[in-house]
């Protein structure tokens, strides 16, 4: 099973994407990159376009980015997404992935994202227009998708849709626009969708994505040895009909909340606070190259401390001694505390 990095606005850019990879994306096999929106004008926004850039890519963890790291596209129009494939074409990327599954409002009111699943014939256009206009191009076209934007009932007709073309790899996250991401993933749908798609002539590759977070059924604490790792949602993936047409699963927060998720699913040892202290660390040194100002390089460190709270017991005065540190002194002796004085979980 290859297991994936999911992109997530704001967050899985390019100081994540390096030191992830570093310390842990030896079973990682692609990084996802936030979407970039291919504006009519044919430009994409500068801070965009810096998180894509070669010159921003730790070449000596991602020796073959062009296949390791896909730039996400969001577009609704055939000029613009043909545009953008042709700028990363240019920058050393081998594919690109197509955005079919943003739910936000700001989206989808654009007719973009998920918003693009709601009017089906136009989608159908869009998707003859670029797979025509690419044909030609030395850049593979992959789509994350949902299952449909107000029910499951619409998966039928997306899959017989995305059958007709040659798509590199096809992405199902296992729920409708209207869920967002909040209850649990409609795996009997996601089932349906891959038949429907098989059945249709689809031969893309297939993969999963929707609350892959690891194990919850116990707690581990470091000191208890690695234990079993295993994830409920693949579980109940195993026992589906589908199950053998997925090579790939994708994660997102799994992989903040647990940066050593994808070693610990392929049956590796568990995240110990060591790994993860020292994956702090770099992390802040990867965002100092990104952002000048020391008190927003704090702020986006929260960002990820939002996911990694839950690695320690009893946290809740250490974590807002973090939230409120303004320097980057304040911020690491607030970090050193935290590990010094609460117990590490690493399994949650």
Same mark, same amino acid.
């Given at each position: 099973?290859?297991?994936?990095?999911?992109?997530?606005?704001?967050?899985?850019?390019?100081?994540?994407?390096?030191?992830?990879?570093?310390?842990?994306?030896?079973?990682?096999?692609?990084?996802?990159?936030?979407?970039?929106?291919?504006?009519?004008?044919?430009?994409?926004?500068?801070?965009?376009?810096?998180?894509?850039?070669?010159?921003?890519?730790?070449?000596?963890?991602?020796?073959?980015?062009?296949?390791?790291?896909?730039?996400?596209?969001?577009?609704?129009?055939?000029?613009?997404?043909?545009?953008?494939?042709?700028?990363?074409?240019?920058?050393?990327?081998?594919?690109? $992935?197509? /955005?079919?599954?943003?739910?936000?409002?700001? !989206?989808?009111?654009? @007719?973009? =994202?998920? +918003?693009?699943?709601? *009017?089906?014939?136009?989608?159908?256009?869009?998707?003859?227009?670029?797979?025509?206009?690419?044909?030609?191009?030395?850049?593979?076209?992959?789509?994350?998708?949902?299952?449909?934007?107000?029910?499951?009932?619409?998966?039928?007709?997306?899959?017989?849709?995305?059958?007709?073309?040659?798509?590199?790899?096809?992405?199902?996250h296992a729920r409708v626009r209207?869920?967002?991401?909040?209850?649990?993933?409609?795996?009997?749908?996601?089932?349906t969708a891959v038949q429907s798609?098989?059945?249709?002539?689809?031969?893309?590759?297939?993969?999963? $994505?929707? /609350?892959?977070?690891?194990?919850?059924?116990? !707690?581990?604490?470091? @000191?208890? =040895?690695? +234990?079993?790792?295993? *994830?409920?949602?693949?579980?109940?993936?195993?026992?589906?009909?589908?199950?053998?047409?997925?090579?790939?699963?994708?994660?997102?927060?799994?992989?903040?909340?647990?940066?050593?998720?994808?070693?610990?699913?392929?049956?590796?040892?568990?995240?110990?606070?060591?790994?993860?202290?020292?994956?702090?660390?770099?992390?802040?040194?990867?965002?100092?190259?990104?952002?000048?100002?020391?008190?927003?390089?704090?702020?986006?460190?929260?960002?990820?401390?939002?996911?990694?709270?839950?690695?320690?017991?009893?946290?809740?005065?250490?974590?807002?001694?973090?939230?409120?540190?303004?320097?980057?002194?304040?911020?690491?002796?607030?970090?050193?505390?935290?590990?010094?004085?609460?117990?590490?979980?690493?399994?949650?």
């Open positions: 099973m290859k297991y994936y990095f999911a992109p997530m606005e704001g967050i899985t850019l390019y100081p994540l994407r390096n030191t992830h990879k570093k310390m842990f994306g030896d079973l990682v096999d692609k990084y996802f990159t936030p979407f970039l929106t291919a504006h009519h004008n044919n430009h994409f926004k500068k801070r965009e376009k810096k998180d894509a850039l070669p010159e921003n890519i730790d070449l000596a963890v991602f020796n073959d980015y062009g296949h390791q790291i896909i730039p996400q596209i969001m577009s609704n129009k055939v000029e613009s997404f043909v545009w953008a494939a042709k700028e990363m074409s240019t920058l050393g990327y081998k594919e690109v $992935n197509l /955005n079919l599954g943003c739910p936000a409002a700001t !989206v989808t009111n654009s @007719h973009k =994202g998920s +918003g693009l699943l709601i *009017d089906t014939d136009y989608l159908d256009k869009f998707l003859d227009g670029i797979f025509e206009e690419l044909s030609d191009e030395p850049i593979e076209i992959s789509l994350k998708t949902r299952l449909g934007f107000y029910s499951e009932d619409e998966t039928e007709t997306l899959m017989k849709i995305y059958a007709r073309y040659p798509v590199k790899e096809l992405t199902i209207e869920d967002f991401y909040k209850g649990e993933p409609r795996l009997q749908a996601f089932d798609y098989r059945d249709n002539g689809g031969s893309a590759d297939i993969c999963y $994505n929707g /609350n892959i977070t690891g194990v919850k059924r116990s !707690v581990v604490s470091d @000191h208890e =040895g690695a +234990g079993t790792t295993s *994830d409920p949602i693949i579980e109940e993936l195993r026992s589906l009909h589908c199950y053998n047409e997925i090579s790939a699963i994708m994660i997102g927060r799994g992989l903040l909340s647990d940066p050593a998720l994808a070693r610990e699913l392929a049956g590796g040892s568990k995240l110990s606070a060591s790994e993860l202290k020292e994956y702090l660390t770099h992390l802040y040194e990867g965002y100092e190259t990104y952002i000048p100002e020391e008190r927003n390089v704090i702020f986006k460190l929260l960002e990820h401390w939002a996911f990694l709270e839950c690695h320690f017991k009893d946290s809740e005065k250490c974590i807002k001694t973090i939230r409120k540190a303004r320097s980057k002194g304040e911020y690491f002796a607030a970090v050193n505390n935290i590990f010094s004085t609460c117990e590490f979980i690493s399994a949650y």
